[in-house]
């Protein structure tokens, strides 16, 4: 059950900001058992880690934060191995041409000399291509588990590492070639998305932030589209409600994931109202 500062709060936030908000959400049951639902975008951009108050008062009224995954030690040394594979095989999968390429690129942009290129695996390199090059390593998800530790908030994980990698694993080899391709032929063009995709965040813009991913994904072979839509999207968004349900029934959780998992008929916004839960926006 809500704890009185937790009525307050749900009544200063609805009064305070527009209904109208698109990337944070209210997440309650008739029972009156709060929750709270957040999208993220997976950047270290200065400007996403300047929480607004809103959030951070939240946070702290929660018990539990529930990411995709816990970005702890273990588990990033545990995906910088996957990422790899035992030997040279870089070059011998992608063809000498697009792997000139990319070493090119990872040398000028990424700071990655050829011998900690040759060996990744072509989603790994599709990934690292793009996003803009990392320089405090401290992106939103993790500075948020940050944030709640500090508070004494647990964190958890909705997914486990191998449900994320197999994902990716489970895209054939000429699909991620394909992901590799795409990477490189639209460099040049990856800042100014990136910048679009943190403006449309930044303005609460969900239904902005869909149209401009969709039109990445769009950009994709068919069937490698499909994939992400279906086992990227759908199936986790299922199984991220799924698991997060024990604790949605008890209050007191903040699911903090990917923006793209919330919009759309299986997306984690409506699968939560399909469940029974008055999902209403924030910011």
């Known amino acids: 059950m809500l704890t009185y500062y937790r009525i307050v709060l749900i009544g200063f936030l609805f009064l305070a900001v527009p209904v109208q908000a698109q990337v944070f959400w209210s997440v309650s049951d008739a029972d009156g058992n709060q929750n709270w639902l957040l999208g993220t975008v997976h950047s270290e951009e200065p400007r996403l880690l300047e929480f607004p108050d809103e959030l951070l008062e939240a946070l702290e009224s929660s018990e539990r934060l529930a990411l995709e995954l816990v970005p702890d030690a273990g588990m990033l040394d545990e995906l910088n191995r ?155 968004n299922h199984r991220m409600v799924e698991r997060a349900l024990p604790y949605l029934r008890k209050g007191g959780l903040m699911i903090a994931v990917g923006a793209l998992h919330l919009p759309g008929e299986d997306g984690l916004i409506e699968l939560l109202r399909a469940e029974g839960f008055r999902v209403e926006g924030v910011y």
């Open 82 to 236: 996957a990422m790899h594979y035992d030997s040279d095989r870089l070059e011998e999968v992608l063809g000498s041409e697009l792997y000139a390429e990319v070493v090119a690129l990872m040398e000028r942009h990424y700071g990655m000399g050829e011998p900690a290129v040759r060996r990744m695996r072509p989603w790994a390199v599709a990934m690292t291509l793009s996003i803009p090059a990392p320089e405090t390593g401290l992106f939103m998800d993790l500075a948020l588990s940050f944030r709640a530790s500090g508070m004494g908030v647990e964190v958890m994980a909705l997914e486990t590492l191998d449900e994320q990698l197999n994902f990716l694993a489970g895209i054939d080899k000429p699909g991620q070639i394909a992901l590799v391709r795409q990477a490189v032929e639209e460099f040049d063009q990856m800042k100014e998305m990136f910048e679009a995709l943190i403006g449309a965040y930044l303005d609460g813009d969900l239904d902005r932030l869909e149209k401009l991913s969709r039109a990445e994904i769009d950009r994709m072979d068919p069937n490698l589209a499909a994939h992400f839509d279906q086992v990227g999207l759908v199936e986790r």
